[in-house]
């Protein structure tokens, strides 16, 4: 292609990508701007609470219980996104949000906080700092974005971390799952048994081996369609580096 046609293609590009990407209104950017530094503040909060206690401890060992009580509320928090993207302040499917928030909530409340025993799994501690150093990331990425100044360090970080990070928390999700597993069935937990007068039934020990079984399909793809947001993103920039 000639460098006319070159320059002709990329400001028809430039101006198709703003009209398509037509962001919130300024009401709404410093809500998410305010909601976003919150977000990025409580996960840091999280983060030096397991260091502080590793450091008095001396061991990995049962970290959870120190920084039991933030992760519940801004893993909670979180909650809002689905929000966000069902009142179009955020260009993302409230489909696949909901299911993102949705599955931390439900092991973090469901699983680690209603079966006791799994608290001191070290597979609970996997998960959780996995989740903290990708929200960290992932939080300030947004508030960068949303203030247009965008590092490429974070840029850089939020689609590579995800390569050691996703595989890390998931295997501590799974395996926090099956280690609350045998105390699920022997308690009933969240089971419901008939004859009732609903004629309803539900066995929760069942219902969290479903669960399992649905990372199989999931965990490719949602693996897989990072990657390649990767290669789109970081790749982009490194063509662009190129041209220029």
Known sequence: MSAPAMGTAKAAHSEASHKKKKGPGALA??????Y????????LVIAVGLVRAYLARGSYHGLYYS?????KFFQTGALLEILHCAVGIVPSSVVLTGFQVMS???????????VIEVQSEDSVLLFVMAWTVTEIIRYSFYTFSLLNHLPYVI??????????????GVTGELLTIYAALPYVQKTGLFSVTLPNKYNFS?????????????????????????????????????DYSKVE
């Open 29 to 34: 950017t410093a809500y998410l701007v305010i």
């Open 155 to 168: 840029k850089w970080a939020r689609y590579t971390f995800f390569i050691v990070l996703y595989p890390m």
């Open 104 to 114: 931390r909530v439900f092991l973090t409340w469901a699983v680690t906080h209603s």
């Open 67 to 71: 920084i039991e009580k933030p992760l």
């Open 202 to 238: 539900f066995d929760y020990y069942t219902f969290l081996i479903l669960t399992m079984l649905s990372y199989i399909p999931l965990f490719p793809q949602l693996y897989f369609h990072m990657l390649r947001q990767r290669k789109k993103v970081l790749g982009h920039t490194q």
């Open 36 to 43: 976003n530094v919150i977000m990025t503040a409580g996960w």
